[in-house]
């Protein structure tokens, strides 16, 4: 496997852009060596400037479902931008996608489309504590919700601290505003409310944590999520941006059973463009501007190409048979990776929702952000690169989670099985 191009395009790229690229997972710093640099995809495969060619389970980072280069899309965004490529003002493209969203995710009564998760989350809370005019945000370690300045926080170990930033830039008066407590901890949480519901404004959740992996819900954590916020006038959102059209059609809200107040949308949603939206019950979307007084905008939001990407995946996915092919891949791989692991005899803990997986390189039950924290990071790198040399491309980090799509055959899965079966033998062998 040649990466001489890939090599040559990171050396130049380093010169240029921060890390030698434009968001900092894809410099392969949590397993070493150089990133592919990627000249084309198509289905389930990608293909690197070396002509090296991969089964894909990044997919972009969740958003094509549909696989690579979908006919469908390509052929609509190709009629699309014969007609011009932005607007700046309403079109019947926006109206159509707004349509599908509302029909699929009915906690959201209305939507307004955005850029990029980031701006959706970010908005979204804007609105909440426009809504309940109280300043303080709740999330749970682990959970991602976009680079917004109050969001990059993280917390001490034990019950809820004051927030304290993530990043340098971050001021150390807007972390905190945001509380943190471990996910899957509802004592932990009903005590939080029960003691600062005054200043609350909302609870903000992944409501299966995709940023550290794939960290299910205990029976019972999200239906307590629900019902405090529910009595305290808290707005409970789910960000979405993940679990959306990946842990069912209607996300992990449908799956789940629960209703938030607003929602969060990205990845899927644009089909493989820059989308994100963020909707929610009529009287806390009201307020939004133009209709009411909280102010957000967007010079390209409800881009015509960008929804027509997203249309056209919508209609994939409204069809009788996806969810039901998609789950069986996904049964597939499922059963094929846990019994590659067990063969070889590694200790490693699998987890799924829908179409988003990990599997974690510990022996423990992964349930929040410290125990996903138990994963041996260099032998997933070990995992990661020889997976990688057989021609399988999983996220070059232990906590991100894989995907499928509608495009991976039962042939790929196969492979894939093969490839991490052959992998993990030589890492137990060399120890
Ligand atoms: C990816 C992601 C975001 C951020 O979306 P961007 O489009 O990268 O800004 C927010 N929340 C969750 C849960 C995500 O997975």
Redesign the pocket.
């Known amino acids: 496997m040649g990466l001489k191009k890939s090599r040559l395009l990171f050396e130049k790229a380093l010169r240029l852009m921060p890390g030698g690229v434009n968001s900092p997972v894809r410099a392969f710093k949590a397993v070493g060596g150089c990133p592919l640099f990627i000249s084309k995809a198509k289905g389930s495969r990608i293909y690197d400037a070396d002509g090296n060619e991969y089964i894909d389970y990044v997919l972009s980072?969740?958003p094509l479902i549909l696989g690579h280069a979908h006919r469908a899309v390509v052929r609509a965004l190709k009629a699309a931008v014969e007609k011009g490529t932005s607007f700046g003002a309403p079109t019947a493209l926006e109206v159509e996608l707004a349509q599908m969203v509302v029909r699929t995710y009915p906690s959201m009564e209305k939507v307004r489309m955005v850029n990029?998760?980031?701006?959706a989350?970010m908005s979204a809370i804007r609105v909440a504590r426009g809504f309940t005019k109280r300043d303080k945000v709740v999330k749970f370690e682990g959970?991602?919700?976009?680079?917004a300045d109050g969001l990059l926080v993280k917390a001490g170990s034990g019950a809820a601290t004051f927030g304290i930033p993530d990043s340098p830039g971050v001021p150390a008066s807007y972390a905190q505003k945001t509380l943190t407590l471990p996910f899957n901890d509802s004592a932990a949480f009903k005590s939080l409310i029960e003691k600062e519901w005054k200043d609350i404004a909302c609870v903000i959740v992944?409501p299966v944590v995709?940023?550290i992996g794939c960290v299910l819900p205990k029976p019972g954590f999200l239906e307590k999520l629900r019902s405090e916020t529910k009595k305290y006038g808290i707005v409970l959102i789910f960000?979405e941006?993940?679990t959306g059209f990946r842990v069912a059609f209607g996300g992990a809200q449908a799956h789940y059973g629960i209703k938030p107040d607003m929602t969060?949308l990205?990845?899927v949603i644009g089909g493989g463009l820059p989308v994100?939206a963020y909707g929610g019950k009529k009287e806390i979307m009201s307020l939004v501007s133009p209709e009411g007084p909280v102010y957000q905008a967007g010079t390209l939001s409800g881009n015509p190409l960008a929804m027509t990407a997203g249309i056209e995946t919508m209609k994939v996915l409204a069809k009788k048979d996806t969810y039901k092919k998609l789950e069986k891949t996904m049964q597939h791989l499922e059963e094929g990776l846990k019994d590659a692991a067990k063969k070889a005899a590694a200790k490693t803990r699998f987890y799924r929702a829908g179409t988003m997986f990990c599997t974690y390189f510990t022996a423990f039950d992964v349930i929040d952000y410290a125990s996903a924290k138990t994963s041996d990071t260099v032998t997933f790198s070990q995992f990661f690169k020889g997976m990688l040399k057989r021609g399988i491309n999983l996220a070059p980090s232990q906590f991100e989670a894989g995907f499928i799509s509608l495009a991976h055959s039962r042939t790929d899965i196969d492979k894939t099985v093969d490839a991490a079966y052959a992998t993990l033998k030589a890492i137990m062998r060399n120890g």
């Open positions: 980072w969740g990029s998760g980031t701006e989350t959970c991602y919700h976009g680079h992944e995709g940023n960000d941006v993940m969060c990205g990845k994100g």
